[in-house]
């Protein structure tokens, strides 16, 4: 690459060994990197350095948590999490998984970790470049192989083996009718109980190490100072709703418009993918250009390329496309060898790993993984063992690498003929394309089951199996339909004609309600350009809000509280704004008393309930808008009973908390965004500089298109889009973007918390991506040089 002179003189100059050419980096004023390089692979030599520069603590952690690499720089409290990191791990033949996300995929990761261990080297020389949690935590970064890159699966995102387990351990206490309360199933489908499985052997500690291979590193005093002896305590540390919780807020929006409702002459897409909130964000934008790549937009930071963005001819975006990729497989046990299990009457080999983990403060320790013919086995009793069988096991299953092709496509037509590549996690991908044409397909790796229908864990016995997967061609694909506009946002979407007995794909969805607002708004839409999809993006209508007041008004007000409350509703539109005294009421309503209120009357056995967690809002809809017989020999009396008796409790409830007088009453008193670092709890943290950010007031809800998922306990937001992104295909420049609380993870940074109040307006900011665009924008230069050969 020839470096252009600029109005800057480098930052700093950099000498990257792994580099052909010379490269550089400009950085705007809201932390994008742009990154121009010579080669495609210097251009992910230079992605990697550049995570690594902003973000090291970030993926050192992710790399360590996912290879089962914890215990050894932070104690005997997280050898379980390493147990259950491990025994995800992609285990199979690397011949066999290099070439699965593009041509030149393995040369990529090359390349990108190199970029990284580059980093790594130049903080050991200038170790004043580390960011500050090392020297808090007494650690250091591991440097990186190409195949940590693929081989993690920890964040595959892929389901439905905890839902198995719940199930049936709901239905040996109760019934399927009930079980539909934690989770509807859509299309509507009897799940059937295999041959040969009683619900009751499935013990619920068969969820500990499923838990803890899919929650986040938690980091108290009590788990860093646990000794060697209590190690096995902490396969326990994660809580069951926060993981139930984590799985529902994994979703995202995402949607696009043709040219005809754009009005710019060629398509507008929107795109914010919905995580847990963490500091720093999980997202990262990222600008790469080189010969034959340049394309903008947002992935995770231990991944190389961009996920969801744009490369000026093509913008590509994904939501969860819940297919069921999992099952518990339960194994007899030989009763003369616990090594031994029996299937059809054959005896089948327990395989047994040793590895050895180096524990902080302690000797070596061996770990003992256990894996069979299906999957490794995460619980075992004297009688039987637990196997998950999982895509992640497949080749070609590293979550988002399917981009690496995807990203460089072109056109439509190409973006979906490249989805075969997607296969975890399962998502809805909405593109578009400059030449005016808008797309929709699903894609990942969906298991093709005989015998079973994956909604119950099933008995090794021969007569339940996985029969292949299902041809990625077989996905549905629309082009253009004739409303102008496409969308998704978790709930099942697949076309009406679908035969779901042939092929089904998966049965356990997240509510309609943000989709069906984004549905509403677009079907009403004369146009639809960039500033209307930044505001359905920042949405804040609930149609639950909607539903369920509807139902509310037609109470008498039988007390003066009551009618107090029904007051605030009246004429109320149901948008849960910051500022909103209805909204405020609404939600304490639906959330602390009516649904709670719900499960009480519908199941009387307190040991039931708590498995139903978080309870499933279409079930809970549905039943108050049709009560039945459950509710006893007047249903409607009974449901308008619990209505107003829950209503006048979360009035009295919001009295206490926000005083007596209803104008001063606001949803985001109560409800409000904080971005708390993970090492928030331990000592010196402050000191350090790793503070929290915020708070800030929010309106929405987990069921609102702007979507900010909460915990019951303060009403802190904990999930949603910290990353929003609208591309206009007909001019690049014109496209935004946000990333909360900010691009950096360096607190000395910054970039580290500069657009949290950006976001938490609702606001954007630019996303240039032309040359020209990216150099008026630009406000620092890295230059980078390759070493000088001899």
């Not at 092709?405 to 439509?412: A, I, N, Q």
């Not at 993006?537 to 909607?546: E, H, I, K, Y």
């Not at 719900?598 to 978080?614: F, H, K």
């Not at 937001?717 to 007909?730: E, K, N, P």
């Amino acid at each position: 690459m020839r470096v252009r002179q600029t109005r800057f003189t480098p930052v700093m100059t950099i000498t990257l060994p792994a580099l052909s050419a010379p490269a550089e980096i400009l950085i705007d004023a809201h932390g994008i990197p742009h990154v121009r390089a010579g080669t495609l692979l210097d251009a992910f030599v230079v992605q990697g350095w550049n995570a690594a520069r902003d973000r090291l603590w970030q993926i050192d952690l992710w790399r360590k948590r996912g290879l089962g690499l914890l215990a050894q720089d932070f104690g005997p409290g997280y050898l379980e999490q390493d147990r259950a990191s491990r025994l995800m791990l992609y285990r199979g033949e690397m011949a066999r998984e290099w070439g699965q996300y593009a041509p030149d995929d393995r040369a990529i990761c090359e390349a990108f970790v190199a970029g990284i261990n580059a980093y790594i080297s130049l903080c050991a020389r200038e170790p004043e470049r580390l960011p500050p949690e090392f020297g808090l935590m007494g650690t250091k970064p591991a440097r990186w192989r190409a195949s940590d890159v693929v081989r993690i699966r920890t964040h595959s995102l892929s389901r439905n083996a905890i839902s198995e387990i719940l199930r049936a351990i709901v239905l040996a206490k109760s019934d399927l009718e009930t079980d539909l309360i934690r989770r509807s199933l859509q299309p509507p489908v009897t799940p059937q109980i295999p041959e040969g499985l009683d619900p009751a052997m499935v013990p619920a500690a068969a969820l500990d190490l499923l838990k803890l291979a899919a929650t986040d590193v938690r980091f108290t005093p009590e788990r860093l100072a646990a000794p060697l002896a209590d190690a096995a305590l902490w396969r326990k540390v994660t809580d069951l709703g926060d993981v139930l919780r984590d799985a529902e807020f994994a979703g995202s929006n995402n949607w696009a418009v043709g040219a005809g409702l754009s009005g710019t002459g060629a398509p507008i897409l929107a795109s914010d993918p919905h995580r847990n909130h963490a500091l720093p964000s999980l997202r990262y934008i990222a600008h790469l250009t080189a010969p034959g790549l340049d394309v903008i937009g947002a992935g995770e930071a231990c991944t190389p390329g961009i996920s969801f963005g744009h490369n000026g001819a093509l913008a590509f975006s994904g939501t969860i496309f819940y297919i069921d990729q999992e099952d518990v497989f339960i194994l007899e046990k030989a009763p003369d060898d616990p090594d031994v299990f029996i299937e059809a009457g054959r005896r089948r080999r327990i395989r047994t790993r040793r590895e050895r983990v180096r524990v902080k403060g302690c000797p070596d320790q061996q770990l003992a993984l256990r894996f069979s013919a299906h999957g490794p086995i995460v619980h075992e009793t004297a009688t039987h063992a637990f196997a998950i069988r999982s895509v992640a096991q497949e080749p070609g299953t590293g979550p988002y690498l399917g981009a690496l092709t995807g990203m460089r496509e072109t056109s439509v037509h190409g973006y979906a003929a490249s989805l075969h590549r997607n296969k975890t996690p399962s998502t809805n991908h909405v593109f578009a394309d400059k030449a005016g044409n808008i797309a929709w397909r699903p894609a990942g790796l969906a298991p093709m089951r005989t015998g079973y229908d994956g909604l119950l864990p099933v008995p090794a016995n021969g007569k339940h199996r996985w029969a292949g997967f299902m041809d990625a061609a077989e996905m549905p694909l629309t082009i253009n339909p004739a409303c102008g506009w496409l969308a998704s946002a978790n709930a099942m979407n697949l076309p009406a004609d679908w035969d779901h007995a042939a092929r089904p794909l998966g049965f356990e969805w997240v509510e309609y309600a943000r989709l069906n607002r984004i549905e509403e708004v677009l079907g009403a839409a004369a146009s639809h350009g960039i500033k209307d999809a930044a505001a359905l993006q920042t949405d804040v209508v609930s149609l639950p809000a909607r539903r369920l007041t509807r139902l509310a008004l037609a109470l008498p007000p039988s007390a003066p509280e009551l009618g107090k409350a029904l007051a605030l509703f009246s004429g109320w539109n149901g948008a849960l704004d910051r500022n909103s005294a209805a909204a405020a009421l609404f939600e304490v309503w639906w959330m602390r008393y009516l649904k709670p209120g719900l499960v009480g009357l519908l199941v009387s056995d307190a040991s039931i309930r708590a498995w139903l967690v978080p309870v499933d809002q279409e079930t809970a809809l549905t039943l108050l808008e049709t009560p039945d017989r459950r509710f006893g020999t007047e249903p409607l009396r009974r449901r308008d009973q619990l209505l107003a008796s829950t209503l006048m409790a979360a009035f009295a409830d919001l009295s206490n908390r926000l005083g007596l007088d209803v104008s001063q009453w606001a949803w985001g008193k109560l409800h409000h965004a904080l971005f708390e670092h993970p090492l928030a709890e331990v000592a010196g943290a402050a000191e350090a500089g790793l503070r929290p950010i915020g708070p800030w007031p929010m309106g929405g809800s987990s069921s609102t298109p702007m979507h900010t998922g909460y915990r019951m306990s303060d009403c802190r937001v904990i999930a949603g889009a910290s990353f929003r992104m609208v591309v206009d295909l007909a001019d690049p420049d014109r496209s935004i973007c946000i990333n909360a609380p900010g691009q950096s993870a360096d607190p000395r940074s910054k970039h580290h918390d500069d657009l949290a109040p950006i976001w938490a307006a609702g606001q954007y900011v630019p996303m240039p991506f032309t040359a020209r665009a990216v150099d008026a924008a630009a406000m620092t230069r890295i230059l980078l040089v390759p070493a000088l050969r001899h």
